[in-house]
């Protein structure tokens, strides 16, 4: 009987060992400028983070790869028309540095990336977005709103005008 307990604890051990050994480390928790997935970031130079989780201890990224794309078709074939970084031998997951073509403002994007333990290779990350809004003083249109030269300010001051509705034969 006790032969038999050995030989399953062998057998548990090894398959618990095989399976370690073909895990790979996991790519999430995408970031673009510390934000997920934000609408706009003031910065036509995005920095990127992500976070691994391995299920192995000592699971450490040896290299990445980043891909930056106008769409998520594009993105989904692996077709980065804004930025592919290759293979970048880093340990680096936190604030890499955006080094593709030129942003500019209104560009919506999504981005995906792997990552290298080793000789092992992760899957892609899943797809995260991020948009490029108004960057310096050029973009912005209005006028700041001011009282009329001889009224005097108090603490709650309101703005407000005055309007008639009427009724519309329109739903």
């Known amino acids: 009987m006790q032969h038999k307990s050995h030989v399953l604890s062998f057998v548990v051990l090894s398959l618990f060992l095989t399976v370690s050994a073909n895990a790979q480390i996991v790519v999430e928790d995408l970031r673009c400028e510390n934000l997920t997935n934000p609408v706009a970031i003031d910065s036509a130079l995005?920095?990127?983070s992500w976070k691994l989780r391995s299920p192995t201890n000592g699971g450490a990224q040896t290299a990445y790869q980043i891909l930056v794309a106008r769409s998520p078709e594009s993105l989904n074939e692996n077709d980065a028309d804004l930025w592919n970084s290759g293979k970048v031998a880093s340990k680096e997951t936190v604030f890499v540095s955006y080094a593709g073509k030129p942003l500019t403002e209104n560009v919506?994007?999504?981005?995906?990336?792997?990552?290298w333990n080793g000789d092992d290779v992760s899957a892609w990350s899943e797809p995260a977005r991020f948009g490029i809004g108004l960057i310096g003083d050029s973009g912005w249109k209005g006028e700041f709103m001011t009282l009329?030269?001889?009224?005097?300010?108090?603490?709650?001051?309101?703005?407000?005008?005055?309007f008639d509705c009427k009724k519309s034969d329109a739903h």
């Open 46 to 48: 995005p920095h990127f």
């Open 108 to 115: 919506q994007a999504c981005w995906k990336v792997r990552s």
């Open 148 to 162: 009329p030269e001889g009224i005097e300010q108090n603490r709650a001051t309101m703005f407000r005008k005055k």
